[in-house]
């Protein structure tokens, strides 16, 4: 929450998408220590029933089913902040390019978190509360396999900046948040070296300590994502000879 949207006398309503596991679990863990009402919508019927034996309350949701959701959302009072973190990762591996996987990651990475903009966003304009989108920071720079999922992290920090100007006139704040690697059951099928990974923990701390400060950018761990954001400014012939020696090995 941030510390110009905070409303005295209270409980501050934060709304999740992705609770059942990895950040947005985390998050949602954390956010009812500190005592807020957390919105927890998931698929996974084990993680809902231990999230609302912690007090939050769940939303058993398929974010892919527009009209579900916009009914969903519709029935909550009210939400001061909305961090929207649903999505998934499946590798493309060359020179097969499988167009049903790639629209499968980009079809659920954009659908989800379009359906739930358009779900939350008339109560955060009634709370002029904060909108949180997590990207990633493959979207910084081009890496083999990740087609399908870094060209839908890519839209989605274009998607979060530029509502970053067009929802300013409802005094709507939004974030773009920029992980690393961080520990979570995403990131098991990785078979390459991941520097400086993060513990879900650790990425709950950052997202939230970026929330409250009203960053629009929250980027972490900044090792990392500072490089790769240089990197991604190398002129297009020096990256592609950089990317093709990581690819090689």
Same mark, same amino acid.
């Given at each position: 929450?941030?510390?110009?949207?905070?409303?005295?006398?209270?409980?501050?309503? @934060?709304?999740?998408?992705?609770?059942?596991?990895?950040?947005?679990?985390?998050?949602?863990?954390?956010?009812?220590?500190?005592?807020?009402?957390?919105?927890?919508?998931?698929?996974?019927?084990?993680?809902?029933?231990?999230?609302?034996?912690?007090?939050?309350?769940?939303?058993?949701?398929?974010?892919?089913?527009?009209?579900?959701?916009?009914?969903?959302?519709?029935?909550?009072?009210?939400?001061?902040?909305?961090?929207?973190?649903?999505?998934?990762?499946?590798?493309?591996?060359?020179?097969?390019?499988?167009?049903?996987?790639?629209?499968?990651?980009?079809?659920?990475?954009?659908?989800?978190?379009?359906?739930?903009?358009?779900?939350?966003?008339?109560?955060? @304009?009634?709370?002029?509360?904060?909108?949180?989108?997590?990207?990633?920071?493959?979207?910084?720079?081009?890496?083999?396999?990740?087609?399908?999922?870094?060209?839908?992290?890519?839209?989605?920090?274009?998607?979060?900046?530029?509502?970053?100007?067009?929802?300013?006139?409802?005094?709507?704040?939004?974030?773009?948040?920029?992980?690393?690697?961080?520990?979570?059951?995403?990131?098991?099928?990785?078979?390459?070296?991941?520097?400086?990974?993060?513990?879900?923990?650790?990425?709950?701390?950052?997202?939230?300590?970026? @929330?409250?400060?009203?960053?629009?950018?929250?980027?972490?761990?900044?090792?990392?994502?500072?490089?790769?954001?240089?990197?991604?400014?190398?002129?297009?012939?020096?990256?592609?000879?950089?990317?093709?020696?990581?690819?090689?090995?």
């Amino acid at each position: 929450m941030t510390k110009d949207h905070k409303k005295p006398g209270k409980k501050q309503s @934060i709304l999740v998408t992705g609770a059942t596991s990895g950040i947005g679990n985390q998050l949602v863990k954390d956010y009812l220590l500190d005592d807020y009402r957390v919105y927890a919508v998931g698929r996974d019927d084990e993680a809902l029933a231990e999230l609302k034996s912690l007090g939050a309350e769940t939303i058993d949701l398929d974010l892919m089913q527009r009209e579900e959701v916009i009914e969903a959302f519709a029935k909550i009072n009210d939400i001061d902040v909305a961090i929207l973190g649903a999505g998934m990762c499946e590798y493309l591996d060359m020179p097969d390019f499988d167009s049903a996987v790639f629209m499968k990651v980009v079809s659920v990475n954009m659908g989800t978190l379009s359906h739930a903009i358009e779900g939350v966003l008339p109560k955060l @304009i009634a709370s002029k509360g904060r909108l949180v989108g997590i990207g990633s920071a493959s979207a910084y720079v081009p890496f083999a396999r990740a087609e399908a999922y870094g060209s839908s992290k890519a839209a989605i920090h274009y998607l979060m900046k530029t509502l970053q100007i067009s929802l300013a006139p409802q005094d709507v704040a939004v974030s773009l948040v920029v992980p690393g690697f961080v520990e979570t059951a995403m990131t098991k099928q990785n078979d390459f070296p991941m520097p400086f990974i993060q513990t879900p923990q650790q990425a709950s701390h950052a997202i939230r300590e970026g @929330i409250e400060n009203g960053q629009d950018v929250i980027k972490f761990p900044k090792k990392l994502t500072l490089p790769l954001k240089a990197l991604g400014t190398l002129p297009d012939l020096v990256w592609q000879q950089v990317g093709g020696k990581l690819n090689n090995k």
